[in-house]
């Protein structure tokens, strides 16, 4: 192993909820501060920090007003600079949210740009002739409606893969390329150790009157063009030996060996394509099986060549405790064991690490995420009644991760001592970091356990993958080998579950190392029976 980040757990931290320093409701970088022994405790190496810069915060942050400073909610920049400085003494590296496919419309450039077709900015963004009878197409933005917003008074519409408030750069442009390269500098410079490339496969688009087929995203996902970007960026991050893992969607697991690669731009990418649902609108869970399929086959196409960034959870989705476990303790134990021990590297979303639920919402005024408010808007406009539009746009909603992290069992969870900006999940009294430090068997020990685990063991970080149980509709089972042999198996189901093991596997001599419950298998046999959630961890014995 050459790279640091090959043998490391990363933790993300969505700062807005994290821990309130201050009592605005809101968390901070002083908060985070304060919570560095927590980290360290829990035994991560890195932390991906989503976006702390100047914002409207139309989305949370991801509408950047200002690429060289902090929002005045989170802090400073000095504050900023204490945060490093102290993370670096604690031996954690720190990743920051990079969103360069788009600016806040507030940013100084479109503001600009908005003046007039003969203003200098104008190019940095992306500008057609059009009316609001007459878009320059019909594709659509992810976040509903057109990526087209008419600007009347020039003629002309400006263009937006997310919301109309984050106007998607133009990246044709050299002079925006040159901008962003120096700002990308600049956070190095100050010594940060690597970017989450926010919507990175999307800053090259197809020409304008290319014509939707079946997928709606097509004209902006992974197009022709944007490796000579990619290769630009590349070159600045192999300057300073940075960490780097890409949002990129729309890159299939067999492009992305040549981006993740010795020779790729990026050292990882976040695969988008692991929430296969099923069941009925409104109550949706994971299809396990589909599950597997995807995480299998980034497995075996990355292979030894490319590398895995491996998560369950993250501040754009549902808790997995709730939409794969069945919200118990061992439930989320499974889960964890299930992708920890993969090969890549692992990401714990906060409050994960806990066995953190969705949230019980019970009116639509306890929604902050703007995708789920038009939903919900869109519901009604269709006569779906108020409790079926809060149901149906809620399930899924953002918003069941980005609640606040649950320290203890005081008011407000001990997030802040004001009002928090999204409420705290009722389910605190029993889930949160103080309990949980002090029960052995708790969710958080059992993290902690597998970090350990992860670290000691080299064979998690350099070993091969193979799936075991295919096509196993409630079983996630696999085989690590490398220096050591190790052997997975998950119950990831509410049933009683019966399971042949091939000859292979069992004729070998295997010593379990950890379970997550006490009655769970201790002995492989051929014939075993696993209850619900059952979690094992077995590795074989070399005197065999
Ligand atoms: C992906 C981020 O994870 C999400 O939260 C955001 O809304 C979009 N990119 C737009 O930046």
Known sequence: MTNWWQNAVGYQIYPRSFYDSNGDGIGDIKGIIAKIPYLKELGVDFIWLNPMYKSPNVDNGYDISDYKD??????????????????????????????????????????????????PY?????????????????????????????????????FHVFAPEQPDLNWKNEAVRTEIYQMIRWWLELGIDGFRLDAISHIQKEPWNFKIKDNPWAPFMNVAGIDNYMKDLQQIFNEYNVMTVGEASGVSSKKAVNWTDSEGYLDMIF?????????????ERIDLLGFKKVIARWQKDLGKKGWNALYLENHDNPRFNTILGNETKKSAKALAMMYLLLRGTPFIYQGQELGATNYPFQTISEVDAKDTLSFYHRLLAENKSEAEALQLATSWSRDHARTPMQWDDSKNAGFTTGTPWLKVNPNYVKINVAAEKEDPDSVLNFYRQLIQIRRQEETFATGTFELLAQNDPDIFAYLRKGEKQFLIITNISQKTRKLTLPKKIWQKNWQSY?????????KLTKEMTFAPYDALLFVEQSNS
């Open 514 to 522: 950890i379970t997550n419950d006490k009655t769970a298998p201790k």
């Open 122 to 158: 104008r190019n940095y963004y992306h500008w057609q002739n059009a009316t609001p009878a007459n878009l320059p197409n019909n594709w659509q933005s992810f976040f509903g409606g057109s990526t087209w917003t008419v600007d009347e008074p020039s003629g002309q519409a400006y």
């Open 271 to 283: 695969e988008l394509e692991h929430n296969v649902r099923k069941g009925v609108a409104g109550s």
């Open 70 to 119: 902090i929002a005045a909610e989170y802090g400073d920049m000095a504050q900023f600079k204490e945060l490093l400085e102290a993370c670096h003494k604690e031996n954690l590296k720190i990743i920051l949210d990079l969103v360069v496919n788009h600016t806040s419309d507030q940013h100084p450039w479109f503001v600009e740009a908005k003046k007039g077709k003969e203003n």
